[in-house]
């Protein structure tokens, strides 16, 4: 069973920066596609970012396109999610997912397992 753990959530106003990262447990980490998705109060599940197993390849939902950036190192077997400029229709609890494919995928089906999530927030 992988298991995928969140961190780097928290509170940042209007404008700042966070740094989110996901830890994996499987050794097959390198071969893999991982994306990140969101979810605010009363909303469906979103699409963030996705990277390709080797991480040459990334795509992004239109509202974060210049904002964030997705990465991996696959040494560390960890995905990370630069959040730049950041608002208040930010906030959402975060969540990393994978599947066992090497190619991206932007729609939560796509995915074969995820995280617990982590809090971001952002103040205005």
């Known amino acids: 069973q992988v298991q995928l753990v969140e961190s780097g959530g928290g509170l940042v106003q209007a404008g700042g920066s966070l740094r989110l990262s996901c830890a994996a447990s499987?050794?097959?980490?390198?071969?893999?596609?991982r994306g990140w998705f969101r979810q605010a109060p009363g909303t469906e599940r979103e699409f963030v970012a996705a990277?390709?197993?080797?991480?040459?390849?990334?795509t992004y939902a239109d509202s974060v396109k210049g904002r964030f950036t997705i990465s991996r190192d696959n040494a560390k077997n960890t995905v990370y999610l630069q959040m730049n400029t950041l608002k208040p229709e930010d906030t959402a609890v975060y969540y990393c997912?994978?599947?066992?494919?090497?190619?991206?995928?932007?729609?939560?089906?796509?995915?074969?397992?995820w995280g617990q999530g982590t809090q971001v927030t952002v103040s205005s």
């Open positions: 499987e050794r097959t980490f390198s071969r893999y596609a």
């Open positions: 990277i390709n197993d080797i991480g040459d390849r990334t």
């Open positions: 997912a994978g599947r066992y494919w090497r190619g991206l995928g932007v729609q939560g089906s796509e995915y074969d397992y």
